[in-house]
């Protein structure tokens, strides 16, 4: 199970931080934050492997940061200069494998909503 939590309202140009927890699942290899903005698909935001290797979106690039903790089997994405296309459903979910394709990824949270006012 994953559950995420830190979603809410923010103001452009501001911060927020979205956390993900997992329980019941004995090995993760790729954690990652996916987004669902209003009448868009679904889109990988950012992903990050069992040794660190991430990756991100590029139009969060230089403003998201995502950290994962083995030992606590959590993840975290802090979300800085937001913006109003940063408004969406973020969903952590994680897959077997470092992929891109969200079909690769087999168990999903519930998601959080991040609204970012201008």
């Known amino acids: 199970q994953l559950v995420e939590s830190g979603g809410g309202f923010g103001q452009a140009g501001g911060s927020l931080n979205l956390s993900c927890a997992v329980t019941?699942?004995?090995?993760?290899?790729?954690m990652a934050w996916h987004r669902q903005a209003p009448g868009k698909q679904r889109e990988l935001v950012a992903r990050i492997d069992y040794g660190g290797r991430a990756d991100y979106v590029e139009a969060v690039k230089g403003r998201f940061t995502i950290s994962r903790d083995n030992a606590k089997k959590s993840m975290d994405l802090q979300m800085n200069s937001l913006k109003p296309e940063d408004t969406g459903v973020y969903y952590c979910a994680i897959a077997s494998q470092y992929e891109r394709d969200d079909r690769a990824y087999h168990t999903w949270g519930q998601g959080t909503q991040v609204t970012v006012a201008s």
């Open positions: 019941g699942v004995f090995t993760i290899n790729t």
